[in-house]
């Protein structure tokens, strides 16, 4: 399962494009403040744009579309969640070994030495525990790689996939949106859920047009076919 900022939406997490990019952080687009320039230049500024957001996700609880997937690895023998998504929603919703491909917004990481401290667990410190020095969010900024290894690791596990599900992404950031194309291209069965249509539908076995909190439950049933 390839999941994306849709999922998170009932939640009451804004999605990227339903209005979050034309969003503005003091004076500063979204692609401004959350870019790997703006660390280099003013790397306070930017933990002030994320503690905000840390500190909004905080209220927020996983919705119906978390739980049944986090279902989903127990009842598959093979079951691999990756996700765009940093606000750790998956994983509050007891989803296990998920493929982080942009990070994740409740850790901070050290510039200098790697080092990951966990916020969710406790406040952010002021520097590195391991070396003092500088940390910074352990999300992908624009401008910035993928963490190294994940996305070939998704992409091995898509190349071996008989049924993969596409959910809440609008497919329009890459190499994400390329994993439905290689497990497709490995003869899997591609069902998008989405209340919209994406560059991904026509490509999709099966689209179903509904918001993911909604669609998902509906395989969780005695008629279910999964
Ligand atoms: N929750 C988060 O962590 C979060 C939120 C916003 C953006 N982002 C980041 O921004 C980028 C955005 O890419 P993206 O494709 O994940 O998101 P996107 O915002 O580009 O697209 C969201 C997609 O979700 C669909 N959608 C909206 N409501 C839905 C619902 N209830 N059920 C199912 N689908 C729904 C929309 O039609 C759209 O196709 C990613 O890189 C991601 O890391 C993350
Ligand atoms: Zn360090």
């Not at 002021?126 to 992908?140: I, K, M, S, T, Y």
């Not at 991904?200 to 918001?211: A, F, P, Y």
Request: hydrophobic share 40%; net charge negative.
């Amino acid at each position: 399962m390839l999941s994306g900022a849709g999922v998170s939406a009932e939640s009451g997490v804004p999605t990227f494009r339903g209005g979050g990019n034309t969003a503005v952080w003091k004076g500063m687009r979204f692609d401004v403040i959350s870019s790997a320039e703006m660390v280099e230049r003013d790397l306070p500024a930017v933990w002030e744009w994320f503690d905000y957001r840390r500190n909004f996700l905080h209220e927020l609880m996983p919705n119906p579309a978390h739980y049944e997937i986090a279902r989903w690895q127990d009842r598959f023998a093979e079951f691999t969640l990756v996700t765009q998504n940093i606000d750790g929603l998956h994983q509050k919703a007891g989803a296990r070994d998920v493929i982080e491909l942009h990070g994740n917004i409740w850790r901070a990481r050290c510039i200098a030495c790697g080092f990951t401290h966990d916020m969710a667990q406790s406040k952010r410190p002021d520097a590195c525990l391991e070396c003092g020095d500088r940390l910074r969010p352990d999300v992908v900024l624009f401008g910035e790689m993928l963490p190294p290894g994940a996305f070939e690791f998704a992409a091995a596990r898509a190349s071996k996939c008989e049924l993969c599900f596409v959910v809440g992404t609008s497919a329009l950031v890459y190499p994400a949106a390329g994993l439905p194309e290689i497990a497709k291209a490995a003869g899997a069965y591609v069902v998008e859920v989405n209340p919209e249509r994406t560059p991904l539908s026509s490509l999709c076995d099966e689209v179903l047009t509904g918001k993911a909190g909604e669609v998902l439950p509906l395989f969780n049933n005695e008629n279910s076919l999964l």
